[in-house]
């Protein structure tokens, strides 16, 4: 019979976190359900190859929004992870923390005992930071933290160009200042992807009282209102993976609530509709669905600097090659190596837009964008005001289910996203791009009217691939959340979630960093342990932002 003490659904960034923590004293086993296959090769491992995996059904569950109402009825992919390490195997590789504010807003929204000074413990005690400002950053965790070489002199002419359009410089956001321009982090480490499974998957599948099954999550098993196991199918074959203490859910803010609601536990009308027999009402499971977006700006550069010149085949061929032997060369970043977080408007107290930079003009796919030398920031809104929903397509568990993101359902988006345009068209104006900068590709310069503006955001604003916030977190007595400040299930005993579902609302930048953290402070909470001490290290606030948006 398969049973341990903890039964973790889900291999992916606070999944792995978790069964490495829970296993870590010797004194509980775990078993980790993974439906995926090994992350080893070199599409996952490259970190220059990061568009093949996210495309892969191997790696990739191949979920998509609904037609978007307010997008044209264009259908966005949502891709997430389907493999050792989950999401964290198919990322950009791109590590934030998110801003201190964020965390603050989840414990003022009834997540007590997630402010910053909370987690900012949990982030230092997950972290292996190479570079990284004093006394703010981790420095033993399993989590290798790397900036890029930055040897493109396009990077440095982005950070240059901020300071020069009036805006901060930060030498570490994940620090104490995380408003302004500068280098990005990455998780990479000696030339490889250092996802959830190399740094805490892999350690902890070395103890003997952890292993990882092979299977399809169908529905966790709840007798008199308390999980006692999960349902899988594997190899045709439908088993129960029993759980002596807990059922702990990490399955991503997609696959999540859908496990709750095959379960029974959701809005109790919706899970009627599918006749599936309703164990507990939880009306915010699958609700408060949230997700960055964003567009790249490109321009043509009139200098042959660009890794345009890299994208042919014999090219790609050598770079592969030099990775495969050495683990050196361009393989070993993912080119995201200058970013920045700034204010959109005076009277916003901390960054609301973020800043990926690459020395590309590209698309997501790995495709070129045009037929020339350039480069391109992707830039987006931080806190949208849309919210959507993930709901049961049927009660068959293989059914994919329905994903409702309503990007761009509120006026503010709008404003907010032609407002970052006009800022990235300011940025690449300045100096310090004059010895680079060709014609702009897109927009393209015909493009300049509100209403102008609108159609090309209306047809190309992408996701950013931060889907979160489907099993809220907050007060027990809220009846929109779905889990407690210890992650547990309301209404259910033995039962936790702890991965980006619990978000109450999408943090500043990337949600991989945040995700992990959840998972080291989660596994605290599950063991019973006293939380680390909170640390009163204060972040700093731009002492203009009543003033001016830099």
Request: glycine share 10%.
């Amino acid at each position: 019979m398969l049973e341990a003490d903890y039964v973790i659904v889900g291999s992916g960034s606070a999944g792995a976190a978790m069964a490495y923590r829970l296993s870590e004293d010797g004194r509980h086993s775990v078993i980790v359900i993974e439906y995926g296959g090994t992350d080893i090769g070199p599409f996952i491992q490259m970190p220059a190859a990061l568009s093949f995996p996210m495309s892969m059904s191997l790696y990739d569950w191949g979920f998509a929004s609904e037609p978007e109402p307010h997008l044209g009825g264009r259908v966005l992919a949502t891709p997430r992870g389907k493999v050792m390490g989950g999401s964290s195997s198919i990322n950009g590789m791109v590590y934030v923390r998110g801003h201190a504010h964020d965390f603050d807003h989840w414990s003022q929204a009834g997540a007590a005992g997630w402010s910053y000074a909370d987690v900012l413990p949990y982030f230092k005690r997950m972290e292996h930071a190479h570079g990284g400002e004093d006394g703010w950053r981790g420095t033993d965790g399993p989590l290798h933290v790397q900036r890029g070489p930055r040897k493109n002199p396009l990077y440095a002419a982005f950070i240059e160009a901020g300071r020069q359009a009036g805006f901060e410089t930060t030498d570490d956001y994940n620090g104490s200042k995380q408003e302004g321009f500068g280098p990005m982090e990455q998780t990479i480490h000696k030339g490889r992807r250092w996802s959830a499974a190399n740094a805490y998957l892999r350690p902890a599948l070395k103890r003997k009282n952890v292993s990882l099954v092979n299977g399809f999550a169908r529905r966790i098993v709840i007798e008199n209102q308390r999980a006692v196991g999960v349902e899988i199918e594997a190899r045709k074959q439908i088993q129960v993976v029993h759980a002596r203490r807990e059922v702990i859910v990490a399955a991503s803010s997609i696959n999540s609530p859908k496990l709750l609601m095959l379960s029974g536990i959701g809005p109790a009308a919706h899970l009627r509709e599918h006749g599936i027999d309703v164990v507990v009402d939880r009306p915010g499971v699958g609700a408060n669905l949230q997700d960055h977006m964003e567009l790249y700006i490109q321009q043509e550069s009139t200098k042959p600097i660009t890794l345009y010149s890299k994208l042919n085949l014999f090219s790609k061929a050598l770079i592969g090659a030099e990775w495969l032997f050495f683990k050196t060369g361009l393989g070993t970043s993912n080119h995201f190596e200058a970013a920045a977080f700034v204010r959109s408007k005076a009277g916003v107290d901390y960054p609301d837009i973020q800043y990926h930079f690459i020395p590309v003009a590209i698309r997501y796919d790995g495709k070129a964008a045009a037929k020339s030398h350039g480069f391109q920031a992707h830039v987006g809104p931080m806190r949208s005001k849309s919210r959507g929903s993930v709901t049961l397509r049927s009660g068959d568990p293989w059914e994919k289910p329905v994903i409702r993101f309503n990007y761009m359902s509120h006026a503010d988006d709008w404003a907010d996203f032609r407002h970052c345009i006009r800022l990235t068209r300011e940025i690449f104006g300045q100096s310090a791009f004059d010895g680079f900068r060709g014609k702009e590709i897109s927009p393209g310069t015909g493009v300049e009217t509100d209403d102008q503006l609108d159609a090309f955001i209306r047809e190309h604003a992408e996701s950013a691939y931060h889907p979160c916030g489907t099993c809220r977190m907050g007060r027990a007595d809220d009846p929109m959340s779905v889990v407690d400040p210890e992650c547990r299930v309301i209404g259910v005993d033995g039962l936790r979630v702890a991965d980006s579902s619990i978000f109450p609302r999408v943090t500043n930048g990337n949600l991989n960093g945040p995700s992990i953290m959840v998972g080291e402070k989660a596994s605290d909470h599950v063991l019973g342990r006293q939380p680390l001490s909170p640390s009163n290290q204060e972040p700093w606030i731009n002492p203009r932002w009543q003033v001016s948006d830099r």
